[in-house]
């Protein structure tokens, strides 16, 4: 079974507007941390924004900020106010923490939502 | 801070040329690494990482092979590349709890 999931392929947005990228995962690991990719057509992976399972507050980077629902094993990314340089691939990836162990908590990655915001 | 350096960013090698990816790491000591790799459109899969010098763990069986040859630098390699290695491939450092980092990646196209 797939451990992170988005279902969204792609989306168009008018600038401006807020985008909710959506992402569920799967782990029975108690401790884990997912964590939100942008990539631009260069490719570099940028970090965006960072959950952890224990933490009580919603994570918040500016216009980014996390929609975390623990018991929904769902991590959204909102993006508010949209600007035309946030069209590129967004990641979520997830780190689980308590049972993988000696460096294999790399992270595991979702297939991407491709976000084009419109003028 | 950390830094992660990889190159060479973009690479076109023929079916059956040998390989070498060099990923070094600055502002961190016996960090894990890793190499992932990317086909187009789709999502990173892990390849290797390592906890330290001469420690190598595969995920994935295939045709390539990784190095840490010194405590921040990490090599893939193939002797012998395959079409469906085209990809791109990126090294990250994973440390902390919050910590994930990664390099500038290669475009790989094996032709």
């Known amino acids: 079974a797939q451990k992170i999931t988005q279902t969204q392929p792609g989306m168009f947005v008018q600038e401006k507007e807020a985008v909710t990228l959506d992402c569920t995962y799967d782990t029975s690991d108690p401790s884990y941390g997912l964590f939100w990719y942008k990539q631009p057509s260069s490719g570099e992976m940028i970090f965006l924004i960072y959950?952890?399972?224990?933490?009580?507050q919603n994570a918040t980077e500016g216009r980014y900020s996390l929609n975390f629902q623990k018991a929904r094993k769902s991590a959204n990314l909102v993006i508010s106010a949209s600007q035309l340089g946030d069209s590129a691939m967004y990641f979520c990836?997830?780190?689980?923490?308590?049972?993988?162990?000696?460096?294999?908590?790399?992270?595991?990655f979702g297939k991407g939502t491709h976000l084009i915001i419109q003028p | 801070s950390q830094t992660i350096h990889q190159w060479p960013a973009t690479l076109v090698q023929p079916v059956g040329s040998p390989l070498s990816l060099e990923c070094t790491v600055e502002g961190t000591s016996n960090p894990n690494l890793y190499w992932y790799r990317q086909a187009a459109g789709r999502g990173l899969q892990l390849l290797f990482y390592?906890?330290?010098?001469?420690?190598i763990s595969s995920e994935v069986p295939q045709n390539l092979s990784a190095s840490r040859p010194q405590d921040r630098q990490f090599i893939l390699s193939s002797k012998k590349l395959l079409l469906s290695d085209s990809g791109f491939y990126l090294c990250?450092?994973?440390?902390?709890?919050?910590?994930?980092?990664f390099g500038q990646g290669t475009r790989l196209t094996v032709v």
């Open positions: 990250a450092w994973i440390g902390g709890r919050t910590e994930a980092f």
């Open positions: 990836a997830m780190r689980e923490l308590m049972y993988s162990g000696g460096g294999a908590d790399g992270l595991t």
């Open positions: 390592s906890v330290g010098i001469g420690q």
């Open positions: 959950q952890g399972s224990y933490d009580q």
